[in-house]
């Protein structure tokens, strides 16, 4: 009998008019995610988040048992048996937008070091100047015009390329980079040629890169987007998770990979610069999205003793990940300190070398999926992360979402509670609340009293938005017909509860650091937040509930994107690059889960704003 190939079934995506092609029993979150239609899938495909949620309009799948509210079904928990017709509501998405995170907002002086020392350089030699000594070789003639050092190496491909330049009746340039021994010629070419370099700030939720001129300095663009991989899953744990299942690995750096050549083709081409003349590129990002970068397996750094394959990478060239740039461009990894205190956190550290030394304490945070905090003196730097998970996010909260168009960003309550007033990142109608509008309405909760220190509602008759939903209250902050999704907006009493553990891990991890020296709260000099969440951030609202320590608000500062600007350093002085090496050998590395204290600690922070409320004594009026 001869066999008839299965036809392949047709998923068509609504409202996008979008149509392809899929075999049967294929993941339906896959498929969509294959034509281009990106939604939200924070929990990495587990089928525990519910966000990647759509309606069947016609046809049918094989689900797993799992539905979502109110009809819609989880897309990765679905299998495709027909073809179907679906539609994603703009509530699961996530739209690749240009998201601006500020690199730095308020000015810190940066001691730039007297010698301008990139990551890679370029001498141009006058043509007339190779016509002398015919008992040189060609590569002997080259070597003479570079700065003096003991040894000088390239790869086969610039040898054999050089007979041919070197009799050209034109001027070379010739492009090099520093090595632990000496000097490396990355490249040799006809003409003079401008050079230029990549600075990127590899996050878990976005990716962000400059592109620099590395003969003059100058930053010349910006651009960032989502990164490709928030679609299997929202935080380190759950990519790494991901990661695990067969050719996931391959599947993770590919899409970051993507990301960033698709922001530095923009770059080169509004600039009308050639990839061919990009020659160096430095990554900053934590341990987990380094790992995932390089395509190394990341599953140790989640399994006790919590070991990364790697902290310091050795350089690299463009070709080696698929980078679309000069393919000998010479790569730099900003080194991490331990397996979730990173290189972006090292880089951003490098924003702090212009500020004076501290007679007591600075704390540096960095909160964004993940929570990183550094403590530093004159002499000493410790760190820690905590676990604290990608709430502030919005992720894991029933109608949280990220920082982005359509995102409630603050919260005004009114009339008691019983009237509110919006700010909605881009305007018009919200989608969802994002972390910094989360904040923001539990402190005004919190202070109208109309949520408990434990964060439950105190029941109100006289409030129509607080309602019972299942076995828990609810508060309404946008009517279904007022949002732009055609669903109802509320906060939980599980998502308060996720929150307030997220603020609790933050503020026992900075109370940690501050017993392991012997401080205390009063003596921090200085609270610099940096990442992209502080910058929707009212400090106000953050000491209300506890995440940050009640001290003189003027002693917090919000630098913005710090992993880029130190990436950007880095790429641009030989002495920024050193002092990140001794960063993280420098620092000293607390793992929270082998403190004694810290659960202790933790514990005593599951309370607005806190157990002991006289840590707080200017937050404990009340509306």
């Given at each position: ?40 899938a924070e929990c990495g495909g587990q089928g525990t988040c519910e966000t990647c949620i759509a309606a069947i309009i016609e046809g049918s799948c094989t689900k797993s048992g799992i539905t979502a509210d109110d009809g819609l079904i989880l897309t990765c928990q679905a299998e495709i048996s027909d073809n179907i017709t679906i539609k994603v509501p703009a509530a699961s998405r996530i739209i690749p937008s240009e998201k601006k995170t500020p690199e730095i907002i308020h000015h810190i002086e940066l001691i730039k070091p007297s010698k301008f020392s990139p990551l890679a350089s370029a001498v ?208 730099h990894c900003s080194p991490a300190v331990g397996s979730y205190v990173g290189g972006d956190i090292t880089a951003g550290l490098l924003c702090l070398s212009g500020i004076d030394a501290h007679k007591e304490a600075v704390l540096f945070i960095d909160i964004g999926t993940n929570g990183e905090l550094v403590l530093m003196g004159d002499d000493w730097m410790i760190g820690c992360a905590c676990s604290a998970g990608p709430a502030f996010e919005g992720v894991g909260i029933k109608c949280g979402m990220r920082a982005a168009e359509g995102a409630v960003e603050g919260v005004k309550l009114l ?209």
């Open positions: 009998m001869i066999q008839v190939p299965a036809l392949p079934l047709i998923v068509k995506i609504l409202p996008d008019e979008i149509e392809i092609e899929a075999d049967t029993g294929e993941n339906l979150l896959e498929v969509i995610h294959r034509a281009g239609v990106y939604l939200e141009t030699i006058k043509s007339g100047d190779l016509r002398f000594n015919d008992s040189l070789s060609d590569w002997e003639k080259i070597i003479r015009f570079l700065p003096a050092v003991d040894d000088i190496e390239c790869g086969i491909d610039i040898l054999r390329r050089l007979p041919a330049i070197i009799r050209k009746e034109e001027d070379i340039t010739v492009v090099f980079t520093q090595t632990l021994s000496g000097k490396r010629i990355i490249d040799i070419s006809p003409g003079r040629r401008d050079i230029y370099g990549i600075a990127c700030d590899v996050g878990t939720t976005t990716v962000a890169v400059k592109i620099i001129n590395l003969t003059t300095g100058d930053s010349l663009g910006y651009a960032s987007s989502y990164n490709g991989q928030i679609e299997c899953g929202a935080d380190v744990i759950s990519r790494i998770i991901y990661s695990q299942k067969p050719g996931r690995l391959e599947e993770l750096q590919n899409r970051i990979i993507r990301t960033i050549n698709r922001l530095i083709s923009e770059l080169l081409q509004k600039e009308n610069i050639s990839p061919q003349d990009v020659f160096a590129a430095v990554f900053a990002g934590n341990t987990t999205m380094t790992h995932l970068l390089l395509g190394i397996d990341p599953k140790y750094i989640r399994i006790a003793p919590y070991t990364p394959a790697v902290k310091t990478v050795p350089m690299l060239s463009a070709k080696e990940l698929g980078l679309m740039i000069n393919p000998n461009a010479v790569i009339d008691r509670g019983k009237e509110v007033k919006l700010q909605v990142i881009g305007g018009g109608n919200p989608l969802r609340i994002c972390g910094s509008g989360l904040i923001e309405l539990i402190s005004e909760l919190f202070q109208y009293g109309i949520i408990q220190r434990d964060g439950k509602f105190h029941k109100s008759d006289d409030n129509a938005r607080i309602q019972k939903r299942g076995n828990e209250n609810i508060y309404v902050l946008v009517e279904a017909d007022e949002s732009g999704s055609g669903r109802e907006i509320f906060i939980s009493e599980h998502d308060i509860d996720n929150i307030i553990r997220a603020k609790a891990a933050i503020f026992s991890a900075c109370s940690l650091l501050l017993k392991n020296v012997g401080l205390n709260f009063k003596d921090i000099e200085k609270i610099y937040a940096a990442g992209g969440f502080g910058q929707h951030l009212d400090f106000r609202n953050a000491v209300t509930i506890g995440l940050f320590p009640d001290i003189d608000l003027e002693k917090f500062q919000y630098l913005g994107n710090t992993s880029l600007k130190g990436a950007e350093l880095a790429l641009l002085y030989s002495e920024y690059r050193e002092k990140l090496a001794q960063t993280a050998k420098a620092m000293t590395y607390i793992d929270l889960s082998s403190e004694s204290g810290y659960m202790d600690e933790y514990t005593a922070a599951l309370f607005l704003p806190h157990t002991d409320e006289n840590l707080f004594p200017n937050y404990n009026n009340r509306f």
